[in-house]
């Protein structure tokens, strides 16, 4: 079977010369050139104020561009407002949680499903799924402050899943959990890409979750925030603990981090000349 030609496949997302300033003058994100491919895992990292954050809101959607064109499957995002494309879905898992602690896993990962106005039936079957997914069914009934961090996380991606997004964005998601329960649920969301063909962007600070994840890495410098240098990783095989000990992970953590360096530099020096 002969692969798709690249040239006749839609990208997922199309960042054009796209910029943001703040109206208090700061620029967040000089122009930018951005491309995101069906079934690719981006992730993005650099240093602070580098404006990772503030490129995965614009591909959201839930911030505007102050210049530049923001495309969806070739469709202009500012048109649809915070709404993909029709027969598209969109989902974003934030830094926290950001649960509703007075109601159950079941009815916080319903709560889109909801909103959407998905008949009750199909709802709790697709409820039942997305939990099976990331391993919390026994705990559908659970109250969030019944659960640890790491699990509460689960949730958050679960209630993601369940609108069957072909695009979810991420913002360093598992940043303030301890390593061993991090690895994990990065495992776990490898898995899922894998399994679901989904599209991701995923912003995190951490070198060695990039390198495990991704099948791209944007490295960013800052002040103001743009893409510095892209890291395609064509890693054979399966990503697991294995891979975590191997020759070939400890010379892309290296490429990363000697990359990270540099981009560190090119933002200093930016900022003196600018002072």
């Known amino acids: 079977m002969l692969a798709p030609n690249p040239a006749f496949v839609t990208p997922v997302v199309e960042a054009l010369s796209v910029c943001k300033t703040y109206r208090n003058g700061t620029q967040a994100l000089a122009p930018t050139d951005f491309t995101l491919m069906p079934g690719e895992f981006v992730s993005l990292i650099g240093p602070s104020g580098c404006g990772k954050s503030t490129l995965l809101k614009l591909v959201a959607g839930l911030i505007e561009p102050s210049d530049g064109r923001l495309q969806w499957w070739r469709q202009s995002a500012l048109l649809q407002g915070a709404q993909a494309p029709s027969g598209r879905r969109l989902a974003f898992v934030f830094q926290e949680a950001t649960l509703m602690p007075w109601s159950s896993v079941e009815a916080n990962v319903r709560l889109p499903l ?139 953590c290296r490429e990363l981090s000697d990359l990270l360096l540099q981009a560190s530099l090119v933002s200093g020096s930016d900022q003196l000349e600018t002072a």
């Open 114 to 252: 909801e909103l959407q106005k998905v008949p009750r039936d199909e709802a709790e079957v697709r409820v039942a799924q997305a939990l099976q997914r990331v391993g919390l069914s026994r705990y559908a009934r659970h109250k969030p402050r019944e659960l640890s961090g790491g699990m509460q996380m689960r949730v958050s991606i679960a209630r993601a899943l369940v609108t069957e997004p072909d695009l979810l964005l991420m913002d360093e998601p598992f940043g303030a959990l301890d390593e061993i329960t991090r690895n994990k649920l990065d495992e776990d969301l490898r898995q899922l890409w894998a399994e679901k063909g989904l599209s991701v962007v995923f912003v995190t600070h951490s070198v060695y979750e990039a390198a495990f994840l991704s099948s791209r890495v944007v490295v960013m410098a800052a002040r103001p925030g743009r893409v510095f240098q892209e890291v395609t990783l064509n890693h054979e095989g399966p990503r697991d603990a294995a891979f975590r000990a191997s020759p070939a992970f400890a010379a892309t």
